[in-house]
């Protein structure tokens, strides 16, 4: 088995020295996405909801072009800049993974790359 390098168009491009995603095996790991729109480049600053299912929708593209889906995913870590908006986010969460969840954490944490409000990345299954 070795190491396969995931990457698409359709999810925002790596802004460091890293891939969007890699898959060894049957697992699938994305790199943290953000809430980049994939085709105008741009943050989503002030919206959690619109934040939260944008940075969804760039994992589902990565774990499309792995050959998976969000009811593939095993895990999930979210990082979040304030905890006050821990619920709403969940809700926009819950809409995505509405049966048969994954195991999650959520951080609450100081600093995002560019200032983001939401962080997400996952493990799943091919």
């Given at each position: 088995m070795q190491k396969q390098i995931i990457a698409t168009e359709n999810a925002p491009k790596a802004i460091g020295p890293y891939s969007q995603g890699t898959a060894f095996g049957d697992l699938i790991f994305t790199s943290g996405q953000l809430p980049i729109d994939p085709t105008t480049g741009k943050l989503i600053e002030d919206d959690i909801k619109t934040a939260t299912?944008?940075?969804?929708?760039?994992?589902?593209?990565?774990?499309?072009?792995?050959?998976?889906?969000?009811?593939?995913?095993?895990?999930?870590?979210?990082?979040?800049?304030?905890?006050?908006?821990?619920?709403?986010?969940?809700?926009?969460?819950?809409?995505?993974?509405?049966?048969?969840?994954?195991?999650?954490?959520?951080?609450?944490?100081?600093k995002l790359p560019m200032d983001a409000i939401v962080e997400i990345d996952v493990i799943a299954h091919k």
């Open positions: 299912a944008q940075v969804i929708k760039n994992v589902e593209a990565i774990l499309q072009e792995a050959g998976s889906s969000l009811d593939k995913v095993l895990r999930a870590t979210v990082y979040i800049k304030d905890m006050a908006n821990f619920a709403a986010m969940n809700e926009v969460y819950a809409e995505f993974f509405n049966t048969n969840p994954p195991a999650r954490t959520c951080y609450q944490v100081a």
